[in-house]
């Protein structure tokens, strides 16, 4: 991955990832574990707006801006476009 800085933990991820298949990796929003995953894994799967909303099973909100929202900051490279059409399609 171009451009990743190394952390703390990644000597750590490092070996854990030698004596197990996987490993969890749990903290706040924004701290960069997906970009940290990424620098660690073999291989990355995507999911598109359509797949993203079918693995949620529903999606609840007062406010629809909101339940798009809630999807959007899910994906990454989709349009607000594609999830409205991903949400219409159920």
Known sequence: MNGYKLRLIDEKISKKLKSSGGILLKGARYCGKTTTAE?????????????????LGAVQAQN???SKWAVGVRLKDNTLPDIEAALAKG
Do not use: L, T
């Not at 799967?45 to 993203?52: K, L, N, T, Y």
């Open 39 to 55: 620098f660690h894994a073999a291989s990355v799967v995507r999911f598109d707006a359509s797949e993203q909303i079918r693995r």
């Open 64 to 66: 629809y801006e909101m």
